[in-house]
């Protein structure tokens, strides 16, 4: 038995909210956990590989570095 009024306060059905679904219960200190990643859609654990690509920042450094293929860049396009 833990000693009293020492320890902060224990929930053990604690919610796991993910894009405002609860994925998961666990126990921990605090009533809800919000999260962005978890495993349901971490790309390690579902197989698949999204490159997000705001504003261009990909081609941008490819051009930096003269990695950047302007004939397979509008090969993708179509």
């Not at 909210?17 to 994925?23: A, D, L, R, S």
């Not at 579902?46 to 490159?51: E, F, L």
């Not at 690509?53 to 993708?76: C, I, S």
Request: with cysteine; net charge negative; charged share 25%.
């Amino acid at each position: 038995m833990p000693k009293a009024g020492i320890h902060p306060k224990w929930y053990p059905e604690a919610k796991v909210i993910c894009n405002g679904e609860v994925v998961a219960t666990i126990g921990s200190t605090h009533p809800e956990i919000n999260v962005d990643v978890w495993s349901g859609n971490h790309p390690f654990y579902t197989g698949t590989q999204k490159i997000i690509d705001t504003e261009g920042r990909v081609e941008r450094f490819l051009r930096k570095y003269g990695m950047f293929d302007e004939k397979a860049a509008v090969e993708n396009q179509v």
